[in-house]
């Protein structure tokens, strides 16, 4: 066995996935946040990739026995670019730093940054002979787990918020897997999705902290390695749940405990979110104006009624949010809020400097660059990575906001 699964509140070792997933993700202590350990050394990979699937390219550090397991249709490996347009725009402002951007848009499957933890969730579910899984979601993480389940042979059932696109409601069932749309919004879909998992013991997706999209998430700073030859110093994306911030931190420890990177630091984390939901952002401006007194990252609210148009961050209940701050604070880091009005028209500049434009929750992450300049949160020297969540393909809207700006 190449690794163990380690319980965050009690230490206890659980085992491989398939004691996890017998003990229906949860440690004999009560707690569903484990984490994987690695019984062999971390390594980079040396060789150019002759496959465009991540999980075949590192599958010696992922929780993987079998390469035979493995579920692709090309995702993981997708371009990191260096966007000249963003770096002109700081040293307008006088910053000089390098951009690099993450092309999540490009993956092979559905083209969002769900995809990687999709395939690795469904390849380690074929694995361990899963037959049927659920989960809730606002819009991308279901488009990606229908596609990788069916391609696995899982039956998987979407239980989804009244405000998800009805693109993305399209894309699930052409997989051929059902959706069940709530009468109610996000919350209303988890509480289903539960009842579902509790009543027909069918398997349910451990959300935020499942170690199975950690451990494919964290495979990215083995990628700025590979791509740009260095970490980033500020990294920044557009936040709901906040799954990757915490995947990020994951593999700097790898990196560190391996050996592979000994100095490694977590960069800065700027995490965006739009003024129509922004739970996070609420709470650590609260706890910022208060001087972050004892016990603050366990003071935020989950908004009442939301407005957004961008399903796929919908998240009212930042349910995350102690684990997440934290780490925001510790790095330096902070939390950015911005006008979903504008979006539109940063399309409309993206478009005009670099010829494509991707969907409205990498828009999030896109305006927030500009702001985080001008806000003095980018430094001169600094490194800085975008990691856009998704493309275009499902949101007609927005591209014909977009057409219209001027």
Known sequence: MKYQLRCKKCGRVIGDFSAWLRQ???????????????????????????TKSYQDYYFDILPLERRDSIVSIGEGLV??????????YALRKGVECRVYIYRNDMNGGSGSFKDISAALAASVLKEHGVKEYCLAS???????????????????????????????????????QPVVISKGG????????????????????????????IESKRLLVFECLRQIGQLPTVYM????????????????????????????????????????????VRAWEWAEANGFPDGWEQRYE????????IGILTAANPGNYPLVAPLVRRTGGTFLRVSEAD??????????????????????????????????????GDVVLLNTGEGCDRAGWFREEVAQCH
Request: charged content about 20%.
């Open 24 to 50: 229906d993700q949860q440690c004999s202590c009560g707690s569903g946040y484990a984490e994987v350990e690695y019984l062999v050394p971390q390594h980079m990979p040396g060789e150019t990739p002759a």
């Open 79 to 88: 371009p990191i670019e260096r966007w000249d347009n963003l770096e002109r």
């Open 138 to 176: 606002t819009g991308n993480a279901g488009v990606a787990f229908a596609t990788y389940l069916a391609q696995a042979g899982i039956r998987f059932t979407e239980f989804a918020p009244n405000c998800i696109d009805p693109a993305s409601v399209e894309a699930i069932r052409k997989t051929g």
């Open 186 to 213: 996000y919350g209303a879909a988890k509480q289903e999705a539960a009842e579902y998992h509790k009543q027909r013991h069918v398997l349910i997706s451990g959300g935020n902290t499942d170690p199975l999209r």
């Open 237 to 280: 994306q557009a936040v709901a749940g906040g799954t990757s911030p915490l995947a990020l931190e994951k593999g700097y420890r790898d990196l560190v405990q391996s050996a592979i990177c000994p100095g490694a630091r977590l960069p800065r984390m700027i995490l965006v979110q739009q003024d129509e939901c922004d739970p996070m």
């Open 302 to 309: 989950a908004l009442p009624d939301i407005h957004t148009r």
């Open 343 to 380: 979006l539109p028209q940063y399309g409309h500049e993206m478009e005009q400097s670099r010829g494509l434009l991707l969907g409205p929750a990498s828009m999030v992450c896109y305006s927030g660059f500009f702001q985080a300049v001008d806000s003095g949160f980018i430094r001169n």
